[in-house]
């Protein structure tokens, strides 16, 4: 039988299927880990930072469709929180945060440790926030706070002042102002109307050259996506959230879109007449066809996504497999497969530019090549994270994603610091698979490398240590002095970019962990094959080419001309980004001299 209130709370918890938090503790929670402790239902993993506890709990709900939830103390703790909160809020997943308060006979006193958290989580878990102030009403915050995250894949909040956790816990009377919640929430199958599937079928059937865009919202309806796509002959482009709905292997697959993504992609979208987008929230709308030149169909579980980056002729708001799985029949098998045969074209010859640019030497690693030889030598249920960066480009691009994996990285918010959290939450939720994080050094020294401990504190409990982290230690914020130079015109501003050399490989020996530094392309392969047969952890320091340029699939002639500018400016490193750019792309955008 629960007693205190912190004991109710993980009871009903672990009613709702929770197993595991992701956390760290304080004075402002101890009621509710003391709970936590007695109860042993639900494993507490101790993160090193509370911001990395929701990145986990973000994690866990991508890579296992369940709630994930993330505990803090009141004041720092709570506040540490929000980036990893507002991850999970732009991705749409389902995220409940619960964290302590001061006393209530402290608020409003400027106490100390005292922040206003209802205002503070009020834009990032708006869904749901309430701060408890009686042992009664905590059944129907936490039954409410839980449903709603649920239910409506968004970041609820419950926040429990100090004094209150340790009270006895009351169930809430039979009363006037009193409420009787119960656990559980049965999702409801969205399907669109009939005669509006017929609509879009219509409109489907009609075009000669179909291009399909999938986003997150896709990922549990391969199936259906694959069988559409042929039977439309159409070819598909991948979000980056989306790369793993449809493996590369398939020749009509394109693979990333927009900035981050492929040519093939970006001359489906400006080639096609017809665009069907399903369970995406893709932001770049200049990568989508132009404007008036296709007609569309869009497919979203949330009406608020639907018609937003492009005018759609028709918004169906559904599931993705169960609306494909209702739309098919009604499609007719397209026999002029002329467009189907360019796209494949179009990949072709872009995996053969893709693999000449990843062979490209470099000083000292080509981070293309370090993504390209991983490739074929993942495990077949192998999860990869990427961290924001340059390595979400090599991600994005080189990563060939095979049927059975997953990955992911910060989506919406493209915050740095999440590859690491996301790998450890990946590998709680699947131990049995390898579990592979990309991060950039200056992401490892934001926030990364302390999380590593977590990795050595928790490694031999996985049962193998199949769980490897692959630094690109360029010594450079790269991502960010490429768009100084292509996007602004400016040249590299080395007081701003230029981060410190750290030896990651020597910091995770250190605590215990296998480190194997390379330094040269040739060696590449073979410490990926070192890493993957380990039976303990490891981090690679790769020693990559900062000159390596993370461009766009298409150039702008304005980019261009400001990329050009930057360089003439007193770039500190133009000479080898020189040489790397001719040897990569732009060979025709170059200043002369
Ligand atoms: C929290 C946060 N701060 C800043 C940025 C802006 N930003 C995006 S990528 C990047 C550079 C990342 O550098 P690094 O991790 O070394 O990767 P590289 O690009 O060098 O491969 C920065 C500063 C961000 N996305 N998130
Ligand atoms: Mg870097």
Redesign the pocket.
């Known amino acids: 039988m629960s007693s205190t209130v912190g004991d109710f709370l993980v009871e009903r918890l672990s009613q709702w299927g929770v197993k595991r938090i992701f956390g760290y503790p304080g004075d402002g929670i101890n009621g509710v880990f003391g709970a936590l402790r007695r109860s042993g239902k639900i494993e507490f993993v101790q993160c090193r930072h509370e911001e990395m506890a929701a990145f986990m709990a973000s994690a866990h709900a991508k890579f296992t469709g369940e709630l994930g939830v993330c505990i803090a103390t009141s004041g720092p703790g709570a506040s540490h929180l929000l980036?990893g909160l507002y991850d999970a809020r732009l991705d749409h997943m389902p995220v409940l945060a619960i964290t302590g308060q001061q006393a209530r006979t402290a608020l409003g006193g400027h106490y100390q440790q005292e922040l206003d958290l209802m205002s503070m989580f009020k834009d990032v878990a708006g869904a749901f926030v309430q701060q408890a102030s009686a042992p009664s009403q905590v059944r129907h915050l936490l039954d409410r706070a839980v449903r709603t995250a649920v239910g409506e894949r968004k970041v609820t909040a419950l926040i429990l002042p100090n004094d209150l956790q340790d009270l006895p816990y009351e169930e809430p009377a039979r009363a006037h102002g009193t409420l009787h919640s119960s656990v559980g929430v049965c999702r409801p199958r969205v399907v669109p109307r009939e005669a509006d599937l017929v609509d879009a079928a219509q409109l489907l059937n009609a075009g000669n050259k179909v291009a399909i865009l999938v986003g997150a919202g896709a990922l549990q309806a391969s199936e259906q996506v694959r069988a559409l796509a042929e039977k439309l002959g159409a070819g598909v482009a991948k979000a980056l959230l989306g790369k793993a709905v449809l493996p590369d292997e398939l020749p009509w697959v394109t693979g990333c879109i927009g900035l981050l993504g492929t040519e093939p992609s970006l001359k489906l979208m400006n080639e096609c007449d017809t665009l069907l987008m399903i369970g995406s929230g893709f932001p770049y709308a200049e990568f989508l066809p132009k404007e008036g030149h296709a007609r569309g169909v869009q497919i979203d579980i949330a009406p608020n996504m639907l018609g937003l980056r492009y005018p759609m002729d028709i918004n169906l708001v559904g599931d993705a497999a169960d609306t494909l799985k209702a739309l098919l029949p009604l499609i007719e098998q397209k026999t002029d497969r002329r467009w189907r045969k360019k796209v494949e074209g179009w990949r072709k010859a872009w995996d053969t530019k893709l693999e000449k640019r990843a062979l490209t030497t470099a000083d000292p690693i080509n981070p293309q090549r370090v993504v390209h030889e991983l490739s074929p030598r993942l495990p077949d249920n192998a999860i990869i994270t990427s961290?924001?960066?340059?390595?979400a480009n090599w991600f994005a691009r080189d990563l060939r994603i095979r049927e059975g994996m997953q990955c992911s990285l910060s989506g919406g918010l493209?915050?740095?610091?999440a590859a690491v959290p996301y790998a450890i939450a990946a590998k709680f939720a699947h131990p049995e698979q390898t579990v592979v994080a990309l991060?950039?050094?200056?992401?490892?020294q934001?926030n990364n490398l302390a999380e590593l401990i977590t990795v050595a504190k928790y490694w031999k409990q996985w049962g193998n240590g199949r769980w490897i982290c692959a630094v690109?230690n360029?010594q450079?914020?790269?991502?960010?002095t490429w768009e100084q130079r292509v996007m602004e015109g400016d040249p590299k501003f080395a007081a701003s970019q230029d981060?410190p050399d750290v030896p990651y490989h020597l910091f995770a020996i250190s605590i215990g962990l296998k480190g194997i530094c390379v330094e040269r392309d040739e060696d590449v392969a073979a410490a990926w094959e070192q890493a993957l047969a380990s039976d303990v952890p490891v981090v690679i320091d790769f020693r990559t080419d900062?000159n390596v340029p993370p461009l766009p699939p298409h150039i702008s002639l304005k980019q261009a001309r400001q990329f050009a500018g930057a360089l003439l400016q007193g770039d500190p490193d133009s000479v080898g980004v020189i040489r790397q750019t001719a040897r990569q792309v732009l060979s025709s955008v170059l200043p002369k001299k």
């Open positions: 980036t961290d924001s960066g340059s390595c493209a915050s740095m610091g991060v950039g050094d200056g992401a490892m934001m690109f360029n450079d914020l790269n991502q960010v981060i900062p």
